[in-house]
């Protein structure tokens, strides 16, 4: 069974500081999704990942895939409450499957 | 380009009815997989449906059914309902092929509806 293991499950962090989220496995994965999703919405994409060792930057956010495509991190700078949600991770398979991580609730304190 | 849309958002069922789930993906795309989100489990897989066919299917029992039509729109179905059924229900959109990359081969990501809130009383 494929797993992706995501990492912390919660965070409650102060607004300015710093984070990071991250997901592993075992797999290798052909792409990594990251989402943030909000309470009773769907989750909505933030980036795609495809190559080993990639680094991607949206705004205050930085999304890196592990150089063997089976790790992923979410790093964010200078957190702020508009950033609280549900983060998920989600690896796709060459297969057309997707495994999503468990998730991180973040919330930002003001 | 319109996103993925769902039909109903809210739901209320009782035990032992059946409720059919609507989803049109977004323009062009031709894949569409179905998710169970509870708080408990996270999301779950169900079914995902290609060019009208089931591709891949997650493990839940047979009262759990779809079909997708050939403008690609897709339904599920759940017959028998049970309490544990109450849950948000996802419905993800995706070119569906492959394309591919320095390092490979790469199916395309998917597209997220907002969901239809299911209540089974």
Redesign the interface.
């Known amino acids: 069974t494929q797993l992706l293991e995501q990492s912390p499950q919660f965070l409650s962090i102060q607004e300015g500081e710093n984070l990071t989220v991250y997901c592993n496995s075992s797999s290798v994965f052909?792409?990594l999704?990251w989402?943030r999703q909000e309470p009773?919405?769907?989750?909505?994409?933030l980036v795609?990942v495809?190559?080993?060792g990639e680094v991607k930057k949206l705004k205050r956010l930085t999304f890196q895939f592990g150089d063997a495509?089976k790790d992923s991190s979410l790093h964010i700078t200078a957190a702020q409450p508009g950033d609280t949600g549900l983060y998920?991770c989600?690896g796709?398979?060459?297969?057309?499957?997707?495994i999503?991580g468990?998730?991180t609730r973040l919330f930002v304190k003001a | 380009k319109a996103g993925v849309t769902q039909t109903p958002r809210y739901l209320i069922k009782t035990r032992g009815q059946q409720v059919t789930l609507s989803c049109s993906p977004i323009s062009g795309h031709r894949s569409v997989s179905w998710y169970q989100q509870t708080p408990g489990q996270g999301l779950q897989f169900l079914f995902e449906y290609f060019s009208e066919t089931q591709r891949n299917k997650g493990n839940f029992p047979g009262r759990f059914s779809g079909r997708q039509f050939s403008n690609s729109r897709s339904e599920m179905n759940v017959s028998t309902l049970e309490l544990g059924d109450s849950a948000l229900y996802l419905c993800a959109s995706s070119l569906g092929g492959v394309s591919w990359t320095g390092s490979g081969i790469r199916s395309y990501e998917q597209y997220f509806g907002p969901g239809t809130r299911l209540t089974v009383t």
């Open positions: 052909s792409s999704q989402y009773g919405e769907g989750p909505v994409l795609t495809v190559t080993g495509r998920l989600a796709r398979t060459g297969g057309f499957k997707t999503f468990a998730g």
